[in-house]
């Protein structure tokens, strides 16, 4: 059964919402996403579906229970903190027995259960230590390990790897994916990196402005963005986007610096297009020919980002080979040579790229 | 871009029905909760500090008779008889000067030892504990060490100006000697106290600070000044005021040094509001000194908070 | 080189003179009062304090003859039921105003914080008459029940609790804890360093009680240990000094003892909870 959010809505003080009519369905077993910049609304949402905050407007129903109404603990659900929330005073092992102790299992139950949950994260050995006594990637496998033991089938995270260093971060991801798809674990998971978004989930959620700006999969919100602000939160660096004007039918000055030809007919004279950075081609020109410069060149091991400014304005990242040599203050030549990846926006931001075909507020 | 949903009037009548449900079920369970954790407190409170307050300011508003009942209701008149009355004054001028000059002596002699022990030294740790000991005595027991030290005939004092030959000083019998016999007691008996919460409050101040003086060649008296003092100055603030209130309170001590005595010349507010309760009768002259201890603590207290309150959120 | 290096040296050594002369100037009177409760009565009434005829006659004339020991026994019963009182009362009011959420919350903590400007010396012709009329009078119960709960101590901690981390909460309600359960599994354990100190506090309070107990309590049975002393040293044994001393490190000598074992929590938490 789904975890139904409809028209969900927060509002703190009168007219100040945090989310405004957030809708979505998230299915069992499945890794969902909620991503977006800080202070969108996600913790909020998250919190929301985890009955720690109060709901303002809409239903959020659990496997077909509106749970509005229930406290916490009645949602049959876990949740992980950014912070862990482990208990200071407590032993690793009786902070991952606490909510079973709470929820009054009986002693040869919780003791399994602990010890097995111990066991998947690789705890085995600490269970008599202290929090404090535990690195950060420790600790997060304790939080980790209480959300195991639980019996719930929902589990919540809250930007449950913030805390940690870049490294072990993406050893975490896997060691959270491997154990969500082993436990058949809902997973309803909150970041702000859009990396983590894109590893893990089966379908992500961008929130923006209080406001759902897509649901999809990683594919779709990549390929498909639903706006300006979608396309431009994926991607490393990000999407080019520039001011575009219609020339001919399928003809696009781009930023009045490079003509693009499109896969589409155009309708709109002024539009704006995006660009991927790996789409784009640079080439040393002559004054004449060039329509940039290079503001600085960085090498990433096997391929470079070359930053420029473009003769009209602008500011345009373009990922080249490694071995191709660039230095700054070159003059340039930025060509599209395949635009059929190229992302159109209406000047309001909305994606009106033909292809898109997808649905994307699924 | 986004689905629009459309809010049809069933679905606003749902959820203003569960939204009110919701804020019931926080609340009724946070009603009865919080009955059973502030209750006990708050009963208390009420009698044993809230009650006496207004009853005090009751009383100090009429005359009373010799077993505190009421009687005539004479408004402010108390407190002019008071004002007027050169012997209250006497009290009060004798208390600020208590109170100034213990505050004073306190915080620099805490300070010069705070200072002190925060020194990386082998070894400080012994002094650190000598310098905090006075905090472990109480009251009766400083007392009766000082009085053995101002004692006129068998005192430290009393032997060692005989031993070179100088006229004795009459500590208890002299008023201002007596002044100063309880003054030194009270810095005495705060000085553990206070040097604990300096020496804490130094400790913690960066070292980095220090090095970065140490490297331009400041001398460390410089450093005194221009790092660790405006550095702590919050806590010398915290611990001066709670010096102030507590002299202000002052009763002990002069109960068993001086009696108030000699001619009055350490009968201080508190003293007098018990001699004039307890022994003279004079229930309504106490309860209008009281409210006006009431009032002079009420004001430390405050200027406390509103200090407190830029430091802490409460 | 050198020269620099003799100079640290003598300004060490000088660190040092200054640190031995304060101690030996703070603490004499401690020293000189414990010397002589070692001495008979006979030489420090003679001023002859450098007697080497040291004994515990005093010591065990204290013990035997005055009812130190009952003092002792009234303050330290009434002392520490006063601290569970306090920590119990005082962890509870505090627990209402951070986690509990009810009408007029501010208002009732401003109650608190008004009390706290309020003198309890100033307030003891009121609160004499209600314990008499309570008919507690010489009786432990006054001792204690007006210091069952202080609104220092509900200030402190709340100070200390709101410093707890709000998932801890959150954790707490998603395992569907009630407030009983957080309160007593939850938020005393995080908050022990400051429960510690408010119960050194309180005791130390109630330990160093004098015009409240001289007003209402008048026979041994009831008698706390400041007050004793003072009956001591006022009444029978009006000279013999080397007694009363000796009652005074009787009493002196194991509060210090305490202070010594738990300095390192006092000086942490005093600081945590007075200042930050």
Known sequence: MPTILKNVSKEYAQGKKVLDNVSAEIKTGEFFVIVGPSGCGKSTLLRMIAGLTEISDGTIKIEDRVVNDLPPKDRNLTMVFQSYALFPFLSVWDNVAFGLKARQNDAAKIKERVDNALKMVNLEEFSDRKPRELSGGQRQRVALARAVASDAKICLMDEPLSNLDAQLRIKMHQEIYALQRKLGLTLIYVTHDQVEAMTMADHIMVLNDSKIQQVGTPTEIYNHPANEFVASFFGVPPINLMNAKKVSENIALVNKDFEVELAQTIEEENFRIGIRPNQLQVNKADELHANATIKAVEFLGDEKIVHTEMNHGGVISVIVASEAVFDPFESIEITCDDSSKALLFDLDGNNITETQGVAYNA | MLKTPATSEVASEKKSVSKKKFVFRLNANDKYFSMFFLGPSLLLLGLFVFYPLFKTLYISMFLTDTFGNTTVFTGLQNYVNLISSADFMNSLFVTLIYVLAVTVLTITMGLLLANLASKKLPGIGIFRTLYSMTMGVSVAVAAIFWLFMFNPSTGFFALVSNALKLTPINWLTDPKNAMLAVIITTVWMNLGFTFLILLGSIESVPRSLYEAAEVEGASSSRQFFKITLPMISPTLFFVSTITIIDAFKSFGLIDLITKGGPTNATNMLVYRIYKDAFYSGNYAKSSTEAIILTVIIAFFTLIQFKFLEKKVNY | ?276
């Open chain 3, 1 to 276: 080189m050198q020269n620099i290096d003799e100079k640290a040296v003598l300004k060490r050594l000088m660190t040092y003179v200054v640190l031995i002369a304060l101690a030996l100037v703070i603490l004499a009177p401690f020293f000189i009062g414990i010397w002589t409760s070692f001495l008979p009565t006979m030489s420090i009434a003679k001023g002859d304090l450098f007697n080497t005829n040291l004994s515990l006659d005093n010591y065990i004339a204290a013990l035997t003859k005055t009812p130190i020991l009952r003092y002792l026994a009234n303050s330290l019963v009434i002392s520490t039921i006063t601290m569970i009182a306090q920590l119990i009362f005082c962890s509870m009011s505090a627990y209402a105003f951070v986690f509990l959420k009810f009408k007029y919350r501010k208002l009732f903590f401003a109650l608190f914080l008004v009390t706290m400007m309020l003198p309890f010396e100033a307030q003891i012709i009121p609160n004499f008459q209600t314990i008499k009329s309570l008919g507690l009078l010489d009786n432990y119960a006054a001792l204690i029940v007006p210091f069952l709960t202080s609104a220092f101590g509900t200030f402190m901690l709340r100070q200390s609790f709101k410093q707890t981390p709000k998932e801890l909460k959150e954790a707490a309600d998603i395992e569907g804890l009630n407030h009983f359960q957080f309160y007593s599994r939850i938020v005393l354990p995080y908050n022990k360093i400051s429960l510690i100190t408010l119960g050194a506090y309180s005791f130390l309070g109630a330990w160093n009680q004098y015009l409240w107990p001289m007003l209402t309590t008048f026979s041994n049975n009831s008698r706390i240990i400041q007050n004793g002393l003072k009956q001591l040293q006022s009444e029978e044994t009006f000279n013999d000094w080397g007694m009363i001393q000796a009652s005074a490190a009787i009493i002196v000598i194991p509060t210090i003892i305490v202070l010594f074992i738990g300095q390192h929590y006092f000086k942490s938490g005093m600081n945590e909870g007075a200042v930050k």
